[in-house]
């Protein structure tokens, strides 16, 4: 077998090896090292829990999930629906500064968002149920004051302002029909074909479609990072801190939007 498919092997360095061949990961006592197979690059160093990680800035990008008017504004699906959409509207400065952190990295930014088809049909009752669970509150696809739930071309699928006015010319969009961004889109592959393998991720609910595209990311042995002051969600507090320990307990690490701005560079050669 070869050195570098040894899993558990040792790295040479004082370190143990996590997977194997091109995408294996070195485990250290003070970091992991999510690209040990790159000598150049723009390796960089950022603080995380549960252990700062270094990885290829190249290889990263920032997803930033539903930051939409139904969730996030005034007269949206969640405040019309009795949610609390001020609790949403919480991650806005943060995921305004991680777009601008990863405008100055280099990084990608990739917007996804509920983008749903005028006539519903490739919609099942389970999602349908998830956003309509009374007779008189309004489902995805029906009509409120300034149009219909979460529908493509609506006032409510649309970006709320502080965002929509980040958005760049090469930007990346995903429109989805499910809370998880890889299901039945084009993220997986987009991700692939671009070379990026780390994914940090911004947006709401944290605990419903960031979490489960964060979990997704990680069966799709993805590098997952969470910022947490760029998530929030209009459900109680402890149903975020459920996905930050698991966040950094399963799924991947979790860091902030200072230290995400903020990266130290790592020695390559």
């Known amino acids: 077998m070869r050195g ?19 995408a294996r990961w070195h485990l250290y006592d003070d970091h992991v090292h999510l690209t040990p197979h790159h000598t150049g690059g723009r390796l960089a160093r950022f603080d995380a829990e549960l252990l700062p990680f270094v ?25 019309r629906s009795g949610l609390d959409h001020t609790g949403c509207r919480a991650a806005i400065p943060g995921a305004v500064r991680a777009v601008e952190a990863a405008r100055r990295h280099g990084m990608p930014v990739i917007w996804i968002y509920w983008h749903n088809r005028t006539d519903l049909r490739n919609l099942g009752a389970p999602t349908l149920w998830s956003f309509k669970h009374r007779m008189d509150q309004a489902g995805i696809g029906e009509e409120l004051d300034r149009g ?60 419903q479609c960031v979490s489960t595209t964060m979990e997704d990311a990680y069966f799709r042995d993805y ?21 930050i320990f698991n966040a950094k307990q399963c799924w991947g690490f979790v860091t ?14």
């Open 148 to 207: 219909r739930v979460l529908t493509e071309g609506s006032w409510g699928a649309a970006l709320v302002d502080e965002l929509a006015a980040l958005v760049g010319p090469d930007d990346i969009h995903v429109e989805k029909f499910r809370m998880n961004g890889f299901h039945g889109t084009q993220l997986d592959q987009v991700l692939r074909t671009q070379g990026l393998r780390t994914l940090f991720l911004a947006g709401v609910n944290v605990d």
């Open 55 to 79: 990885e290829d800035l190249d290889a990263c990008a920032l997803a930033v999930i539903d930051m939409q008017n139904d969730f996030c504004a005034p007269g949206g699906w969640t405040d």
């Open 223 to 243: 590098a997952a990072v969470l910022l947490t002051d760029a998530t929030a969600t209009s459900s109680p507090d402890y149903c975020k801190e459920a996905v």
């Open 256 to 269: 902030d939007t200072e230290r995400f701005a903020r990266p130290a560079p790592y020695p390559s050669g």
């Open 4 to 22: 570098d498919r040894e899993i558990y092997g040792d790295t040479g360095d004082g370190g143990v090896r996590l997977g194997g061949g091109a």
